[in-house]
């Protein structure tokens, strides 16, 4: 079984990593092979068995048992993820504008905007219920007032929609396959009433509509109204909140990045660890009152043993709190994982613990094949393989030496160091689980473990728990007191580990390349091992993924890497012992900023703690909106820009002691053999009134490798003006002015440059329509090649002796999930 589970794992993993989706003849083909293979095992164990070589034909069919799991898992994520695609919305739903009625089956989102939820459709309509939508209402722009609607309402609404598109970056988060995992089949937003299109007013037909999921999260949403009124102005009530119902988007990002570095982000949610806590302390007292017969003459045990009861009330509450937490895909893993481990436990009792495991794996990638694709799915089952195979061989001797000793404290002592040995384990253990998939090694994690585990597990989320359901059935002054103090409790938690972590910050890693992980994961078999010598050699497996350097390019050599952020600019410029950034990305009207979203973690995921210099070209929030996060969040040599002196990006930087040059035509410095010299803006256009005008314009060049010009938005007035000032500024790379609008791009200034390539920098649909269809075309009839952000993701160009190359992320990663990209 343990092998049957081990190879449908391997096999739905495997199918995750398509570009494209195998037709069922591919399958049936290869699945052919495999069973061909099994059966082949199969009937060679049988002979080895006849012979009585019993230990190769266990091994036959331990691997015949791994081919046919990896073929059904391969055939069954295939099955569900062709039902999804189906489902999906195509091209011909692009930027199309539908009238729908529908119930918000999810929590609505507060945003600066407005309001996000999902949407599903009413039957008969152009979608079906199964085209669920991801919404954003947005307020008016001649209103400040928000939306105001609610989980489980049936709306009428006149929508703009399409299919899911993301950022595509490198260590990025990976939006379209959150949305498919999601079974969001499109996404869009409602269109405000106009007067050409009055009957687009959004109308709500009912206050109360939709199944039981939307009624449960109309249930979610009272109760987080009730919390967020017992605790007005609480910092951390948005964790009381995830703590109770699951909802984490409330906690600020600074708290995030705060407890993820302590390596304890995954306390301030529902996780499996409280979901476990709880169904052991019910099972606890449900067995101990059946035991007790609950203090009648009935002798309960005789008809059901305790233990059964333990385990199955056990259960019931996890999946009561698993309800309240929105049956979101990590609550419902561990919900299966106890169930299986119940079940187990009352038909076969001497199974072993690692079939219990692998059953629950099979009852969590059944429903949901995309759970691999998460990081909490591997750290779970990996922390819990750990902990089996760390323990193996010594609990039974723990156990008799705690019953043969009389001294409490002796007692507490032995069970204070099987505690320790098991958060060592999961420490040690998930090092390189936690470089592949954070590039951090949280070196605060053990300490600050155990420390928030008993107090947040035994203390926060019981009080929070009963807080939130005396607001429910007492007086609400009974339960906004236990809300305080499990708030006070947290408040005091936050303190302590901000103080630790400025004393003991995370170890910055590059990303663990799969080499180094694999080498690192065989290791952790020899870590565990009494031998000292095994040990060594395990620390020593260790050293290619805590040692490895930041990549950098050779000699001679510059990598830019043109990230997609959307509607903004944002370029790393590398070469072989200097970095800078060019422009910082947009700030988004969610709050949030490409700093924190896109580049900080891109610097982290690549190793890179510290950066040369950054050049802002101009005021525009699509160009300067990350940089205050990029100020806080590595460390700078100085940085130029062509700001006023009034800016409040300066005065920031300013108080930071960071210090700032002014961009001026005809500055210029070297960095291993590249030449950087700006371009513009010179005295002419030194005051202009519009910030494109004042526009960094940087060059790089070299002498035997091609040549890159960044033009930051300047517009047809400084193109002319550089030609007339006879600038040079031919170059083999151009990134295209003004994101490719009607203002830039005139045909001279794209004739003197003679750019073998052009970048655009752009977002998905955005409301500029950049790049501009006649000056795309203009690109296209000089015979510039063209590449941009939106339809490709992020793009990395290597410049050397021998011309430029150049990769995108769409391409190098492609899934099937994914949504085809526009062609031209």
């Not at 391997?10 to 092979?33: D, E, F, I, K, N």
């Not at 067995?287 to 009330?313: D, E």
């Not at 969590?364 to 799915?377: I, K, N």
């Not at 802002?616 to 699509?622: L, P």
Request: with cysteine; aromatic share 8%; charged share 15%.
């Amino acid at each position: 079984m343990r092998s049957f589970c081990a190879g449908f794992l391997l096999g739905v993993c495997g199918l995750q990593q398509l570009a494209r989706l195998p037709s069922w003849g591919q399958t049936a083909l290869y699945g052919g092979a495999l069973l061909g293979l099994a059966l082949a095992c199969v009937w060679l164990a049988r002979r080895l068995r006849a012979r009585r070589q019993l230990a190769r034909a266990a091994m036959l069919c331990a691997a015949a048992s791994l081919l046919a799991g990896g073929l059904g898992g391969w055939v069954w994520a295939a099955y569900c993820a062709q039902e999804r695609l189906q489902a999906r919305l195509g091209a011909q739903w692009e930027r199309r504008d539908v009238v729908l009625s529908g119930v918000i089956s999810s929590l609505p989102h507060q945003t600066p905007l407005g309001l996000q939820f999902i949407f599903t459709p009413d039957p008969g309509q152009v979608l079906s219920p199964q085209q669920r939508l991801y919404l954003g209402w947005h307020k008016e722009e001649s209103s400040d007032r928000a939306p105001v609607a609610h989980a489980a309402e049936r709306w009428r609404f006149c929508l703009r929609i399409g299919a899911p598109h993301g950022h595509a970056n490198p260590a990025g988060f990976d939006y379209e396959a959150w949305a498919f995992a999601q079974n969001l089949q499109g996404g869009g937003q409602v269109v405000p009433a106009r007067k050409s299109a009055p009957d687009c007013q959004p109308q709500r037909l009912a206050a109360q509509a939709g199944g039981p999921g939307a009624r449960l999260a109309r249930w979610r949403e009272d109760l987080r109204s009730r919390i967020l009124q017992a605790l007005p102005g609480a910092p951390y009530a948005g964790v009381l909140v995830a703590l109770v119902i699951g909802e984490q988007r409330a906690i600020a990002h600074s708290d995030w990045q705060l407890f993820n570095a302590a390596g304890i982000g995954h306390l301030l949610s529902i996780s499996g660890l409280h979901i476990t806590m709880l169904a052991a302390l019910c099972g606890a007292l449900a067995g101990w009152l059946w035991r007790h017969s609950f203090f009648t003459r009935a002798s309960l045990p005789l008809y059901w043993p305790a233990p059964y009861v333990a385990a199955v009330c056990g259960c019931l509450a996890a999946a009561g709190y698993v309800l309240l937490a929105g049956a979101e895909a990590p609550a419902l893993r561990t919900l299966y994982m106890l169930i299986a481990a119940t079940l187990c436990r009352m038909l076969w009792r001497n199974l072993p613990i690692s079939v219990v495991l692998a059953w629950a794996l099979l009852a969590v990638l059944l429903p949901d094949p995309w759970a691999v694709l998460s990081a909490g799915f591997w750290l779970s089952f990996g922390a819990v393989a750990l902990l089996l195979y760390a323990g193996s061989g010594r609990r039974r001797d723990a156990q008799e030496r705690l019953t043969e000793m009389a001294s409490w404290r002796r007692q507490a002592w032995v069970r204070l160091r099987q505690e320790a040995r098991a958060q060592g384990a999961v420490t040690f253990g998930l090092l390189p689980l936690s470089v592949l998939l954070f590039a951090q090694i949280s070196l605060l994690s053990p300490f600050a473990n155990a420390l928030a585990i008993p107090l947040i597990s035994l203390g926060v989320t019981p009080l929070a728990l009963l807080g939130a359901a005396s607001l429910t059935f007492l007086p609400e002054a009974c339960g906004a007191a236990l809300l305080q103090a499990a708030h006070w409790l947290l408040q005091a938690l936050a303190a302590l580990v901000a103080q630790m972590h400025s004393v003991l910050p995370p170890w910055r890693l590059p990303q663990a390349g799969w080499p180094a992980f694999a080498c690192a994961s065989v290791g952790l078999l020899f870590l565990f091992l009494p031998l000292w010598r095994a040990r060594l050699c395990a620390l020593a497996a260790m050293l290619p993924l805590v040692l490895q350097p930041a990549a950098h390019p050779a000699p001679g050599a510059l990598w830019l890497t043109a990230l997609d952020v959307g509607q903004g600019t944002a370029l790393l410029i590398e070469t072989e012992r200097h970095r800078m950034l060019y422009d910082s990305g947009p700030a988004y009207p969610s709050g949030s900023d490409a700093g924190q979203q896109i580049l900080l973690p891109y610097l982290q995921a690549r190793g890179i703690s510290a950066l040369d210099g950054m050049m802002i070209s101009h005021a525009d929030a699509d160009h300067a909106g990350g940089a205050a996060s990029l100020m806080q969040g590595v460390r700078l040599g100085w940085w130029r820009s062509s700001l006023d002196p009034q800016h409040a990006l300066r005065q920031s930087a300013a108080a930071q002691a960071l210090p700032h040059i002014p961009c001026r035509a005809g500055q210029e410095w070297e960095w291993d053999g590249w030449r950087f010299a700006i371009l513009h803006p010179d005295p002419t256009f030194a005051n202009a009134s519009r910030s494109n005008a004042r526009s960094c314009v940087l060059k790089i060049s070299h002498a035997q490798a091609p040549a890159l010009l960044l033009a930051g938005d300047i517009e047809a007035a400084q193109e002319a003006h550089l030609l007339a000032r006879g600038a040079p500024l031919r170059a083999a790379i151009l990134l295209a002015p003004h994101h490719g609008s009607g203002t830039s791009s005139s045909v001279p200034f794209l004739q003197a440059v003679q750019p073998e390539l052009a970048l655009f920098q752009v977002g998905w649909h955005n409301r500029y329509r950049h790049p501009r269809a006649d000056v795309w075309q203009r690109y296209a009839e000089l015979g510039i090649w063209r590449a941009r952000t939106d339809r490709e993701g992020a793009l990395l160009l290597q410049l050397d002796a021998a011309g430029w190359r150049m990769h995108s992320q769409r391409a190098s990663r492609q899934r099937y999930w994914q949504t085809p990209m526009t062609p031209e």
